[in-house]
């Protein structure tokens, strides 16, 4: 398997702290789109102008803007992106559009993990991360193994798709691969990941 695995630049929420999850649109910021632009160049001299790649993107608005950047720099239709919502964030049920620090005050304790930057409280009415899990490797089956693919998707789901496909420490029964920051490109071939491109975002959101 060849696969290219971006994670979308900062939005407006990510800058503010507040939740997202499965949200339909939060606009990248101008820093995000600086961000996007740096992943297009990144990507354009790795691999050339107008890749015979498969383009897969999560339906969120923020991972359409990205791969929307990031075609223009590599010449592709943006009508080619196939929308599929396995490749979406975790959905935070319950604190999707809520501040960050109300949702700790209302509980009265952190729900991220300081030394992983995960969440350690599960998202009332959400998904957990075996949920996330399943539905990525629903999604790798349905890829073709003798085609190389480029994905757009978001910094938790990334972390578990990762941690599928060349390992990463086990949290809550899923390998998850170390945090990394907004607007970072890997490329992962038969189990061996190469970061392509360091993002300039935050590693850790505290709005997924």
Same mark, same amino acid.
């Given at each position: ?12 929420? /990510? ?28 990507? %354009?001299?790795? $691999? @050339?102008?107008? #890749? ?6 999560? #339906? ?23 929308? *599929?919502?396995?490749? $979406? ?8 559009? %809520?501040?960050?620090? *109300?949702?700790? !005050? ?11 930057? $995960?969440? &350690?409280?599960? #998202?009332? /009415? @959400? ?16 890829? /073709? ?7 757009? &998707?978001?910094?938790?789901?990334? =972390?578990?798709? %990762? @941690? ?12 998850? !691969?170390? %945090? ?9 071939? /038969? =189990? ?17």
């Amino acid at each position: 398997m060849h696969l290219i695995l971006a994670r979308h630049a900062e939005t407006v929420f /990510n800058a503010a702290a507040r939740m997202q999850g499965h949200m339909a649109h939060t606009p990248l910021t101008r820093a995000g789109i600086a961000q996007a632009e740096a992943m297009g160049v990144a990507l %354009r001299a790795a $691999l @050339g102008e107008a #890749p015979d790649l498969d383009l897969w993107v999560s #339906p969120s608005g923020r991972t359409q803007q990205t791969a929307a950047i990031i075609g223009e720099h590599l010449g592709l239709d943006f009508f080619r992106w196939q929308k *599929d919502e396995r490749l $979406l964030e975790i959905d935070v049920g319950d604190w999707e559009g %809520r501040w960050y620090h *109300d949702i700790v !005050a209302e509980l009265g304790q952190p729900i991220v993990d300081a030394q992983r930057g $995960l969440f &350690s409280v599960p #998202p009332p /009415n @959400g998904e957990w991360f075996p949920a996330i899990a399943a539905r990525l490797q629903s999604w790798i089956a349905d890829l /073709n193994p003798e085609r190389p693919a480029l994905a757009i &998707s978001h910094g938790i789901t990334a =972390g578990v798709l %990762r @941690g599928l496909l060349v390992g990463g420490e086990d949290w809550h029964g899923v390998p998850v !691969a170390p %945090r990394a920051p907004q607007g970072t490109v890997f490329r992962i071939v /038969n =189990g061996v990941e190469e970061a392509l491109h360091i993002g300039s975002g935050a590693a850790v959101s505290r709005a997924a």
